[in-house]
């Protein structure tokens, strides 16, 4: 098998039933997995919750036990919701801006350049997690040198080699994220703290938790799935290397391989809902307080939409892909997500000629019923200039 392949463990449980079962941490999960039940889901927000009583019990495995702050507006539903992202979304259209794209690929010029220098590369640690953190100094509009105390948090700011929850790593986020909140309101500059301590809903400013709660999110939604996202793609391109000459010589079919590289890992596999009422799911009955999740990564390869879904095919001409999510609470990191990869993937055609891989362990993700590769634990490579 392909290195770099992604097998689909959802297929038989979507074409039979359309939904799987997971115990987390005791707290029973129904997992959709057709595209058609997890778009039409995700749009009821008034049934299927995300700003629970409970902060943390929506993502799986539930964070209820490692945080009380409510990541904003990720938990929390209309018409809040709608106030919240009106302040935040503006920043996040950002990397629209041709300023904004040229600091994006001075970071990843020099990245790639020091990679093609070595005789050997692991990729997530030496390329993916360093252009990650760099690139997040620009969408937070704080300095480089910030960049290297993220590095050393490594790939989760969650998660360890030895627990999928990891308290104390968490705790390092928390601590950081206050200091840095402190700072900003002794001393206002144009950084992301800065903005949303200025910035008031109704008449009346954020709180120093509603302002953590942004950060957290930005911290950990565009982290490991950034960094999974660009690590499977060297994967891909080192076994086809005949893509990399066709994005160069079809530059026209850029967007549509983004949106196929990024629709085929599915870099994050789910997120949860709470349901607010006894109700159904896949003519399953769902008790009221009970979680379901949105399986992303289940709905991509749904053939009733995607034909070959399990292959990528870089000029996918029809691609629903859910993998930002779906309905209100869509990823806010999609913009930057988006110009990250096409800068990473202009600068790889035009000075990568192959990519070897020399050695490689997958990681799998345990949803009980389903085992998934996610992408890699590492990945080594070496980089062959044109």
């Keep these: 098998m392909e290195k770099s392949k992604l097998p689909d463990p959802f297929e038989k449980a979507r074409e039979k039933k359309g ?49 009380t702050t409510r990541q904003i507006p990720f938990e929390v539903d209309p018409p809040e919701h709608t106030n919240y992202r009106a302040i935040i979304e503006p920043w996040f259209k950002r990397p629209n801006q041709p300023e904004y794209q040229d600091k994006l690929l001075d970071i990843v010029q020099v990245v790639i350049d020091d990679v093609l220098s070595k005789e050997k590369v692991e990729v997530i640690k030496e390329f993916s997690l360093i252009i990650q953190s760099r690139a ?102 080192a076994e086809h290397p005949e893509s990399l000459d066709r994005i160069k010589n079809e530059p026209e079919i850029m967007n549509t391989a983004i949106e196929e590289l990024i629709r085929y890992f599915a870099p994050l596999t789910h997120m949860g ?45 029809i691609n629903p892909h859910v993998s930002f999510g779906f309905g209100t609470h869509n990823c806010l990191g999609a913009t930057h997500a988006r110009v990250l990869l096409r800068i990473i993937i202009t600068e790889l055609v035009q000075k990568v000629k192959t990519i070897d891989i020399l050695n490689y362990e997958d990681n799998i993700e345990d949803l009980d019923e389903f085992k998934r590769k996610v992408g890699f634990n590492s990945l080594t490579v070496k980089f062959n200039a044109r």
Excluded at 195 to 201: A, M
Excluded at 297 to 311: G, H, M, W, Y
Aim: charged share 30%; aromatic share 8%; glycine share 4%.
């Design 136 to 237: 997040l100094t620009v969408l937070l509009n704080t300095p480089f040198e910030e960049s290297k105390t993220w590095i050393e948090w490594g790939t989760h700011v969650f998660r360890s080699e030895d627990t999928h929850l990891d308290i104390d790593k968490a705790n390092i986020l928390y601590d950081y994220i206050d200091q840095e909140i402190d700072r900003a309101i002794e001393n206002s500059t144009s950084d992301l703290y800065s903005i949303l301590i200025d910035s008031e809903i109704n008449g009346k400013k954020l709180t120093k938790e509603e302002v953590k709660g942004v950060m957290i999110l930005t911290f950990a939604g565009g982290r490991d799935t950034i960094i999974n996202t660009i690590t499977n793609s060297i994967a891909y391109f």
């Design 19 to 67: 939904y799987g079962e997971m115990n987390d941490q005791n707290d029973p999960v129904k997992i959709l997995l057709r595209l058609k039940d997890v778009r039409k889901t995700a749009k009821n927000w008034k049934t299927f919750q995300s700003g629970g009583e409970e902060v943390g019990r929506i993502v799986v495995p539930s964070e209820a036990n490692i945080r």
């Design 273 to 317: 809902r709470v349901a607010t009422e006894d109700t159904q799911v896949c003519e399953h009955a769902i008790r009221a307080q009970s979680r379901i999740s949105l399986c992303w990564a289940s709905a991509n390869r749904d053939t009733k939409t995607f034909e070959n879904p399990n292959e990528v095919v870089l000029d996918r001409k």
